[in-house]
């Protein structure tokens, strides 16, 4: 089955700078990647997707990149404001499955 | 719309006690998921309903855990006998189509003392 790796675990960066998340997984027949965001005590929101067809997404801030030969995915935050604060999940579908794998998360905390 | 609401969001009970579970899905999407996140740790999928069918259980961790959806609507998650290590988060999600991204629910928060 589909295991998704996720790093880093936690990640602080200065308001302003940009924040990378890398992920990996191990079933090439996935083919949805999804990132959510859950600020503390609330519901985990879906941020961004990308599909396998696609190279790179962009949304204002946010960005997301597929490499489908190495198997890893990446969210890109750009101009980081401390509500971009929470954690992040990183998850993948099979294209077989219907249910998500998730990363363990990262933990981003924008310092002020 | 209205988002996918779970009940309670917060539950305490003691080793042994039963604890239910409620999530009401968004009106019409017929894919409801249960989730839970165990002391900090990725999420890890539990289940999936199609409507009132068990279209994958093969994350339920033991017969201690029974989810329904009768009628196809909301959903219930039955933990009994509750142990220590059912402490966690335990989210509800649901999609109109099983390929798109979810909607979650707030979860709730089973401690298990």
């Known amino acids: 089955g589909e295991n998704v790796e996720q790093h880093p675990s936690t990640l602080s960066v200065q308001e302003g700078d940009s924040a990378v998340i890398k992920c990996t997984y191990s079933?090439?027949?996935?083919?949805?990647f999804p990132w959510y965001k859950q600020e503390l005590g609330k519901r985990p929101q879906l941020i961004i997707d990308?599909?396998?067809?696609?190279g790179e997404k962009k949304d204002q801030r946010i960005a997301v990149t597929l490499n489908k030969t190495a198997k890893h995915f990446s969210l890109h935050i750009t101009e980081t404001q401390p509500e971009d604060s929470a954690v992040y999940f990183c998850a993948a579908k099979p294209d077989y499955g219907q249910n998500f794998v998730f990363g363990p998360g990262t933990r981003l905390s924008v310092l002020p | 719309e209205a988002g996918v609401t779970q009940f309670p969001s917060h539950s305490v009970i003691e080793k042994g006690q039963t604890v239910t579970l409620r999530c009401d899905p968004i009106?019409?999407?017929?894919?409801l998921y249960w989730y839970r996140r165990v002391m900090g740790k990725e999420i890890k999928f539990l289940l999936h309903?199609?409507?009132?069918?068990?279209?994958?259980e093969s994350g339920m961790p033991n017969n201690r855990f029974l989810a329904e959806r009768t009628g196809g609507t909301y959903s219930t998650l039955k933990v009994q006998p509750a142990e220590l290590e059912d402490s966690g988060v335990y989210f509800c999600?649901?999609?109109?189509?099983?390929?798109?991204?979810?909607?979650f629910g707030s979860g709730t928060r089973l401690t298990v003392v």
């Open positions: 009106s019409g999407h017929d894919n």
């Open positions: 309903f199609v409507k009132e069918s068990k279209q994958d």
């Open positions: 079933d090439s027949a996935s083919n949805y």
């Open positions: 999600a649901s999609s109109q189509s099983p390929g798109r991204g979810y909607t």
């Open positions: 990308i599909r396998s067809n696609v």
